[in-house]
């Protein structure tokens, strides 16, 4: 029988692609790591693992058993959340990863809201965006993705229980001096000839995308993810740009001047988890915290 802590450590022999620092990882050493790679093989029936050098490569057996990992371990947490659940234990665990924007608005009033109905449950956060965040939710690395999208993507979130928040509209910022910082409305097609300020890469084809539309190209002179950084260089006078509302939001913009851009883009807010744990009472209790901030 295969057993879920082997499953466990022969993931993270495929991530790290050695004994050693799969030890290092998990917090145990390396002829315990060795050892339970042993009996998994044992359990398996076959070679899961073949040394290169200083490398550990999976076989073909070994990369079927990390591609079904993820969503074993998965589902064994939300029957062990549940059953404590349903046991009486007034507990839970929520892993939440969320975009920088999200965490510093939505995230703060639902945690506290959370823990002042619910003291025993335990929230972590990490930032990252999409799509590396959805990866993460998938992978079992986290519970919850607070995630966005502009406009429909498809079936990109088809396998996942999708929580709409929000629509989070896109504000234009302009330097305090700029030409049309004090226009109640702007059309995007207004700015063709400005140097651009872009976001994150799915917010930077966005912007692409919906200049494309109006007849020209932005000229982005500079690309960062860090929010703060885009208003201080927008406050300098080095280019223009538009952001989230949510991102204005949890940032005084300090030289800048924030201004209604036409067409209207804006983007979907999100949490997205996995069917097996949307039944766990911990990570239900954190998307119902997240829905009332996104109501405020």
């Known amino acids: 029988m295969i057993e879920a802590r082997h499953l466990r450590v022969l993931r993270a022999v495929a991530a790290t692609g050695s004994f050693s620092a799969a030890a290092r990882e998990l917090g145990c050493t390396q002829p315990a790591v060795s050892q339970q790679m042993k009996a998994l093989e044992?359990?398996?029936?076959?070679?899961?693992?073949?040394?290169?050098?200083?490398?550990?490569?999976?076989?073909?057996?070994?990369?079927?058993?990390?591609?079904?990992?993820?969503?074993?371990?998965?589902?064994?947490?939300?029957?062990?959340?549940?059953?404590?659940?349903?046991?009486?234990?007034?507990?839970?665990?929520?892993?939440?990863?969320?975009?920088?924007?999200?965490?510093?608005?939505l995230v703060p009033g639902a945690l506290a809201a959370l823990r002042a109905a619910h003291p025993g449950t335990r929230v972590s956060l990490v930032d990252a965006e999409p799509p590396r965040s959805v990866e993460m939710l998938r992978e079992g690395d986290c519970d919850i993705a607070l995630a966005f999208r502009y406009g429909a993507s498809g079936g990109e979130w088809e396998d996942l229980v999708v929580?709409?928040?929000?629509?989070?509209?896109?504000?234009?910022?302009?330097?305090?001096?700029?030409?049309?910082?004090?226009?109640?409305?702007?059309?995007?097609?207004?700015?063709?000839?400005?140097?651009?300020?872009?976001?994150?890469?799915?917010?930077?084809?966005?912007?692409?995308?919906?200049?494309?539309?109006?007849?020209?190209?932005?000229?982005?002179?500079?690309?960062?993810?860090?929010?703060?950084?885009?208003?201080?260089?927008?406050?300098?006078?080095?280019?223009?740009?538009?952001?989230p509302e949510l991102a204005i939001e949890s940032v005084r913009p300090k030289g800048a001047r924030t201004v209604t851009v036409e067409p209207a883009i804006e983007r979907q807010i999100v949490a997205l988890t996995l069917p097996d744990l949307a039944h766990v009472p911990a990570v239900a209790a954190t998307l119902d915290q997240l829905s009332l901030a996104a109501a405020r």
């Open 42 to 105: 044992s359990s398996a029936g076959t070679t899961l693992l073949i040394r290169t050098g200083r490398e550990m490569r999976l076989t073909q057996a070994g990369e079927a058993l990390v591609r079904h990992a993820s969503g074993i371990l998965a589902g064994l947490t939300a029957a062990e959340e549940e059953v404590a659940a349903i046991a009486g234990l007034r507990a839970g665990r929520v892993r939440l990863v969320s975009f920088p924007s999200g965490s510093s608005t």
């Open 163 to 243: 929580r709409p928040l929000l629509t989070d509209r896109l504000i234009g910022l302009v330097p305090d001096g700029h030409r049309l910082a004090g226009a109640d409305a702007v059309g995007i097609g207004e700015l063709a000839d400005e140097s651009w300020i872009a976001g994150c890469p799915r917010c930077r084809r966005q912007l692409v995308e919906v200049c494309e539309k109006s007849g020209f190209i932005p000229r982005i002179d500079f690309a960062t993810d860090d929010y703060p950084a885009v208003i201080g260089l927008v406050g300098a006078g080095l280019g223009v740009a538009v952001l």
